[in-house]
């Protein structure tokens, strides 16, 4: 396994985006980033360079695939690898009712063997490694036994990486939101998958909040991804590269890592991109800070006006104590 898989920050709908990944990537460098879920038909009859164009910076980045259909995820897999995309990521772990209704994400977990087929379609048709996220089970199909049969039956296609979230989804009756808090979660169910299957990789996910968890389960497993904490609290991600990847360059302060966001965002900003699109995912860069508040609410208050511009988050840094 790439050592980048030691740490990795999940796929988040409508929210990491190419802005979020660049703003991600300066405080990380060795964090394996994905994109947010993109189905198979946004790619096969969409605006392809929309939702695939990404910077050079963001390396390495896997684009995650929301599909069913083994002819459209190869055909969507072979268009992200002449992208430059690092890796091939199938979405099997979303119980969202979207999700469910166009049979793909956590539903897909009852069918190992369209899984298999899915994953070996995709193998077929790149040369960069395809790997899955999953739940440990969904609604009453969450026993041992089910959960080795999937493991066995799509790594038999191919996948040497699971991505595993340590809850179940519940398919009926709970929210997507619920379905991330509700389901309890289960980590000893995934160290137990690394001890059965020790020549495949396991990465662990879900409810993991800091770098020192992380450095707990990387003693049972092969890596871990860490969710919403890093997307609210970004500068958790600060000590990632020192402390999981014996990176010896010195930690950014949230003040260098903001001048050197301004140069991507002018460069946005010139090319037609509007600042909330961008700020949006920075609101948590000062959290716990003195004026964190008032950054948040300058951000979100002009930020989103048409017309905004660069001076919108020297503003908002003002409202910083400037020696952070």
């Known amino acids: 396994m790439s050592s980048n898989h030691i740490f990795s920050i999940a796929p988040m709908l409508d929210w990491t985006d190419r802005h979020d990944r660049y703003f991600l990537r300066l405080i990380t460098r060795h964090s394996f980033l994905y994109t947010e879920m993109i189905t ?14 990404f910077n050079d910076a963001e390396h390495p980045v896997s684009l995650q695939l929301g599909g069913s259909h083994p002819g459209d995820l190869a055909a969507s897999a072979k268009i992200g ?13 979303c119980p969202s009712e979207r999700v469910k209704s166009g049979s793909f994400g956590a539903c897909l977990m009852a069918e190992p063997k369209l899984v298999a087929d899915c994953v070996d379609a995709m ?26 049969e999937f493991i066995e039956v799509v790594s038999n296609a191919g996948c040497q990486l699971f991505i595993v979230h340590a809850r179940k989804a519940w398919l009926q009756g709970l929210s997507p939101k619920q379905n991330r808090e509700i389901p309890p979660l289960k980590y000893e169910t995934v160290y ?21 968890e992380a450095e707990q389960h990387l003693n049972f497993v092969d890596g871990v991804m860490m969710g919403r904490e890093a997307y609210h609290n970004p500068y958790v991600l600060a000590e990632v590269d020192s ?10 302060s949230r003040k260098q890592i903001l001048e050197k966001l301004i140069p991507y965002v002018e460069d946005e900003l010139a090319k037609g991109t509007r600042l909330h699109s961008i700020t949006r995912h920075i609101m948590g860069l000062f959290l716990g800070v003195p004026g964190a508040k008032a950054w948040r609410r ?5 930020g989103v006006k048409a017309n905004a511009s660069i001076n919108v988050l020297h503003e908002a840094f003002q409202k910083i104590d400037s020696d952070l």
């Open 81 to 93: 690898q002449q992208y430059g995309y690092d890796e091939i990521n199938l979405n099997v772990g």
């Open 40 to 53: 198979t038909g946004a790619l096969l009859h969409g605006d392809v360079d929309r939702f695939l164009s």
């Open 243 to 252: 402390r999981l990847y014996s990176d010896k360059n010195n930690i950014l």
């Open 298 to 302: 300058h951000l979100s208050e002009n």
């Open 192 to 212: 137990k998958l690394k001890k059965e299957y020790p020549h495949l990789e396991f990465v662990i996910n879900g409810g993991i909040k800091s770098i020192a």
């Open 123 to 148: 193998k077929s048709s790149v040369d960069i490694p395809v790997t899955v996220k999953h739940r440990i089970g969904i609604d009453d199909r969450d026993s041992w036994d089910e959960l080795c």
